[in-house]
């Protein structure tokens, strides 16, 4: 019989601010976006009050800026969503 050992769900830290490699995408009063490279692909976060809500990676900083982007229209049209869907009720 297999057992599985239950892993512990951490959230990561933010990446460290004086990174000369990090370069911020984004920034306003919700969110904060960082890429970074790492030589073989460019890591990308956002931030949301100073936690995590989504990473990801891309080949180029260019393409990061622009998943960065698209993420961030999701974002706000889902808020948009559940503002509207709250004001009905």
């Not at 959230?11 to 969110?31: F, G, S, V």
């Not at 030589?39 to 180029?60: A, H, P």
């Not at 622009?66 to 961030?72: G, Q």
């Amino acid at each position: 019989m297999t057992q599985f050992k239950e892993q512990q769900e951490t959230t990561p830290m933010p990446l460290a601010l004086n990174n000369d490699d990090l370069t911020k995408l984004y920034d306003d009063d919700n969110y904060t976006a960082y890429t970074e490279d790492l030589e073989f692909m460019w890591r990308w976060t956002i931030y949301r009050d100073n936690k995590l809500v989504q990473e990801g990676c891309s080949l180029s900083e260019d393409s990061s800026r622009r998943a960065v982007n698209h993420v961030l229209a999701f974002f706000n049209i889902s808020a948009k969503k559940a503002q509207t869907e709250e004001a009905n009720y």
